[in-house]
């Protein structure tokens, strides 16, 4: 079936390059890149992710380990709820929560938004961020959803993944300008979860940190199971627990 959702992108991308702007090459797959607005058809989503990269069924849940250099590890906890959520672009997500705990302490908690179109993109269409110190809420910046302010939903995972492809994680002018780029598909990595083979790999990055370069690698059927970036922050699955298991 051909999505709507990316019919409608490419109409964009063609109406952008007669006004001189930059477009998605073809190698992309007409996947949004940059600011490029994009056109969101709610008929097109569902709340029901499958992408073998990253399925969500609500129940499932992954547990890191992330360290971060000098000693200092945090526990990652992320939760796919039963919940949903209709963002301001029209279409409806599913909410899953992501915690994170320095020695038990609450360090940030976020609730994130994902819904997946008819090819099997998995679009990322914001999320409401909150960052603690000593118990208390000191910054919620990072937050943004798709339809405000300017703020355009973006791709957290292909349905065709190739090597070379690129595209917008995330947009909101100054405050969240993700990219991803997939390096790899055959990649190997062990993790305290256990070996996987056949990963595929992204490069993540944001010209708003040109410096915070950091390599995903998802494993299929379970989804992201280690991160390491050039900053030297690794963070690896220990646990995960399917839907209904």
């Not at 995330?170 to 990963?199: C, H, M, N, Q, S």
Request: with cysteine; proline share 4%.
């Amino acid at each position: 079936m051909r999505s709507p959702t990316l019919a409608a992108i490419v109409g964009l991308i063609v109406l952008g390059a007669a006004c001189g702007s930059t477009s998605a090459s073809e190698g992309d797959g007409g996947l949004p890149q940059g600011s490029e607005p994009v056109t969101l058809d709610q008929a097109d989503f569902s709340t029901r992710i499958d992408n073998r990269y990253w399925p969500m069924a609500p129940g499932s849940r992954w547990v890191y380990r992330e360290e971060r250099g000098g000693g200092r590890f945090q526990r990652v906890t992320v939760t796919v709820t039963h919940q949903t959520r209709k963002v301001a672009a029209g279409v409806t997500a599913r909410v899953v929560h992501d915690v994170v705990r320095r020695g038990g302490a609450l360090v940030e908690d976020t609730y994130d938004w994902y819904a997946q179109d008819g090819e099997g993109n998995v679009w990322y269409l914001g999320e409401d961020t909150r960052e603690y110190k000593r118990g208390k809420v000191f910054t919620r910046e990072g937050s943004w959803e798709a339809g405000v302010d300017g703020a355009q939903a973006g791709i957290i995972m292909t349905a065709r993944p190739r090597v070379g492809m690129r595209y917008r994680q995330e947009y909101y002018a100054g405050k969240a300008e993700d990219r991803a780029e997939i390096v790899a598909l055959r990649r190997r990595a062990t993790v305290p979860y256990g070996r996987f083979d056949r990963l595929l790999v992204t490069r993540d990055s944001t010209p708003l940190e040109p410096r915070a370069v950091e390599h995903k690698y998802y494993a299929p059927g379970v989804g992201p199971v280690l991160s390491v970036s050039r900053r030297g922050h690794r963070e690896e699955l220990v646990r995960f627990r399917r839907a209904g298991s």
